[in-house]
């Protein structure tokens, strides 16, 4: 068994952004019967939304696949992809530590934007005061090059 995000496979921690929509896929693969998954976070079941979906491979077992779909809090510490089998009280586990981070911010976009377009303003103004006096002057002084 294994976890995913976003198509890469997650050996322990998996780094998420506040707030904002995630969704961590659960692997079991080559059980027979076919594996039943649930999840935990903070070791309490969750009824956030998930899908699962189980096919039959070439060799008679089944290959397992469910996604929960959240949004993190920083109280998310721990995820748990939970295994059993019908008519069996074992359990496999393979667990996950969340580490939920604050969106990236912006703040000094504005004042970053402000010198940049000053910059750009000063540059743009300065190349056309030296075309023009190069058309003002263009044949009253020889080139010295």
Not at 51 to 80: C, M, W
Request: proline share 4%.
């Amino acid at each position: 068994m294994y976890l995913s995000v976003g198509g890469r496979t997650i050996d322990r921690e998996i780094q998420i952004i506040k707030d904002e929509e995630v969704n961590i896929t659960c692997h079991a693969i080559g059980a027979l019967p076919a594996a039943n998954l649930s999840w935990r976070i903070n070791e309490k079941l969750v009824n956030f939304p998930s899908t699962y979906s189980s096919l039959k491979n070439k060799e008679g077992t089944f290959d397992a696949v469910s996604t929960i779909q959240f949004r993190p809090e920083p109280e998310h510490k721990e995820v748990d992809c939970v295994s059993t089998f019908n008519g069996s009280d074992k359990e496999q586990v393979v667990h996950g530590t969340l580490l939920v981070k604050d969106k990236p911010k912006l703040q000094n976009f504005p004042l970053l934007w402000a010198i940049v377009s000053s910059f750009l303003a000063s540059l743009l103004i300065t190349l056309n005061c030296f075309y023009c006096l190069r058309r003002k002057f263009k044949g009253k002084f020889k080139s010295f090059l």
